[in-house]
């Protein structure tokens, strides 16, 4: 069964610009949920998807929006970008949302932003 | 807010040489405590999910305890392979998932 799946793997952007990253669940998980990771911080909670409405959204600026299309697949934009935005981009996927549930994450992407 | 807090952020650790690993934690109705291990340039690979006080799972060199303010990740007789950040996280009535900041752990051959 494959894993969560992400893309790109990489990607460097200049600041002011926008990214869009995208993430294919495991089959069968309707759930998705996006975080970031830094150094400094760790593993900070974006937002959640489920059946293509957000369950839930953490403390980022409105920048950070995301989505999730029919299929469950998601996709996670940040626009005007800045320097501290490079961070390594995580999304997880569970089968249903909420309570208890165990998410698996795919292996990130990777963004800088000079 | 919910806190989860690791100790020892790092750790050394020669080969065959048992350790804890720590997870303690303020939530309002815990939902579900997950302990993750990651490698360096990847995304965090699921290990246990423990719900309730008392329980204990285990895999292979792993076991991992709740408690109802701590769990541990207990790893008996390390193998360098073992080397890794271990994360704890845990769900509360928000639905959120709350990361502590993890375990790095230096298995030494």
């Known amino acids: 069964k494959a894993g969560v799946t992400q893309t790109p793997r990489y990607l460097i952007k200049t600041r002011g610009q926008q990214v869009t990253l995208s993430c294919s669940p495991i089959?069968?998980?309707?759930?998705v949920s996006w975080y970031q990771q830094t150094p400094g911080q760790g593993l900070q909670f974006l937002f959640e998807y489920f059946s293509e409405t957000q369950r839930n959204k953490g403390n980022f600026p409105g920048r950070f929006s995301g989505r999730q299309f029919s299929n469950s697949r998601s996709e996670m934009n940040v626009s005007t970008l800045e320097l501290g935005d490079s961070a390594l981009y995580l999304c997880?996927?569970?089968?249903?949302?909420?309570?208890?549930?165990?998410?698996?994450f795919g292996e990130g992407s990777w963004l800088t932003v000079v | 807010e919910d806190q989860v807090t690791q100790s020892p952020e790092a750790l050394r650790l020669q080969e065959g040489e048992s350790s804890s690993l720590n997870c303690s934690y303020t939530?309002?109705?815990?939902?579900?405590l997950f302990w993750y291990r990651q490698d360096p340039g990847k995304g965090p690979e699921f290990l246990f999910t423990l719900y309730s006080a008392g329980e204990e799972k285990e895999k292979e060199r792993l076991k991992a305890t709740l408690t109802k303010k701590e769990s541990f990740l207990h790893i008996t007789a390390p193998k360098p392979e073992d080397s890794a950040t271990y994360l704890c996280?845990?769900?509360?009535?928000?639905?959120?998932?709350?990361f502590g900041k993890g375990n790095q752990v230096v298995v030494i051959p």
């Open positions: 997880a996927s569970s089968p249903e949302s909420g309570s208890g549930n165990t998410i698996y």
């Open positions: 996280a845990v769900r509360s009535g928000n639905n959120r998932l709350a």
């Open positions: 089959s069968g998980h309707r759930s």
């Open positions: 939530v309002s109705g815990l939902r579900g």
